[in-house]
């Protein structure tokens, strides 16, 4: 999907500031009602990716800085997917579109600011996407939903939902 042109900034504001206002707390967090204030993986990849398009990079800086202080305490690259109010980080396996969305913000955000450097991020998520989720089976390349708990002996878990061939395509190059 294309960055909005310069032309429609007035609209874009709109749509972002509503966006912001509902879900974005003063710290960066993404909220999720059905999680009573708490959040996920996926909420904060989105929340980077509509502020890049809004062009917000204050924006984009303050929901980065919450999710990697609270959700990027992994060995890998890849985020803790569920976090709680109270108790913080629910469970640290991650999900995997929110990672791919998660470096998909990254590489984004370097075409629209390159002074961040967010570009070497983007493509080192996207690697342990490759080598920490995609599995030959059968013959076919397949993408498990998360980390672990999503494989045995013999079967495999696949979300369909996860097969993003517009994020694969945009990825492809960091790879």
């Not at 976090?83 to 998909?104: C, I, P, S, W």
Request: proline share 3%.
């Amino acid at each position: 999907m294309a960055a909005p042109s310069l032309g429609c900034a007035a609209r874009r504001a709109s749509w972002w500031d509503a966006y912001a206002d509902r879900f974005v707390a003063n710290d960066g967090r993404v909220m999720d009602d059905a999680r009573q204030g708490g959040g996920h993986s996926e909420g904060q990849a989105w929340g980077m990716l509509l502020a890049v398009r809004a062009g917000d990079e204050v924006g984009f800086d303050l929901i980065r800085g919450w999710t990697m202080r609270h959700l990027a305490c992994r060995r890998d690259t890849l985020l803790a997917w569920s976090f709680e109010a109270v108790k913080g980080v629910a469970d640290r396996n991650n999900a995997t579109d929110a990672d791919l969305y998660h470096a998909l913000a990254l590489a984004e955000a370097d075409r629209a600011w390159p002074w961040k450097g967010t570009l070497a991020e983007a493509k080192r998520i996207a690697d342990d996407c490759l080598r920490l989720l995609l599995r030959r089976w059968q013959g076919m390349a397949l993408l498990l939903p998360g980390a672990t708990g999503f494989e045995g002996w013999r079967h495999l878990d696949v979300n369909p939902s996860y097969i993003l061939p517009h994020v694969f395509a945009r990825l492809h190059a960091l790879t």
